[in-house]
């Protein structure tokens, strides 16, 4: 299997993870804080997220950096944040999906872009765990939690 598919695979996996964990939290979880340490709220998190794939997904098309965007606008209403979570999916399969022999700038920006996927993954954990949420049961299979 081509290299390209794989990474593909994962993306669709780690989109798969992030649907289960905004499905699974409260609306009042999007505005947590972890208590005690410098953190900023679960929804920044889940913005940072959105917005990196916005724009490694236009840095994929144009096979070039082109900055960072995000059209996220409230990371305290859980709707929004899942359907830009979703129409972030959405735009980078389609992307990837369209894309027929991917440069090595491409691929760079491919690798990036999972890479700061799984590192939010982990700093979820952390917010999980620190503020007593419910892990979903996909990413405790996933990272073998609890």
Not at 41 to 59: D, I, P
Request: glycine content about 6%; overall charge negative.
């Amino acid at each position: 299997m081509p290299l390209t598919l794989i990474i593909q695979e994962s993306f669709e996996r780690s989109i798969l993870l992030y649907r289960d964990l905004v499905d699974s939290l409260g609306e009042e979880s999007l505005d947590s804080k972890l208590p005690s340490l410098p953190s900023n709220t679960m929804g920044s998190q889940l913005w940072c997220v959105v917005g990196a794939r916005e724009s490694y997904t236009n840095a994929i098309r144009a096979n070039e950096w082109s900055g960072f965007s995000c059209s996220l606008n409230s990371t305290t209403k859980k709707e929004l944040v899942a359907d830009a979570l979703r129409s972030s999916a959405d735009g980078l399969s389609e992307a990837l999906q369209k894309t027929e022999n991917f440069t090595d700038v491409q691929n760079r920006l491919m690798i990036d872009l999972l890479e700061h996927e799984t590192a939010h993954h982990g700093q979820l954990i952390r917010y999980l765990y620190g503020l007593g949420i419910a892990i979903p049961d996909s990413w405790k299979t996933k990272y073998a939690l609890e």
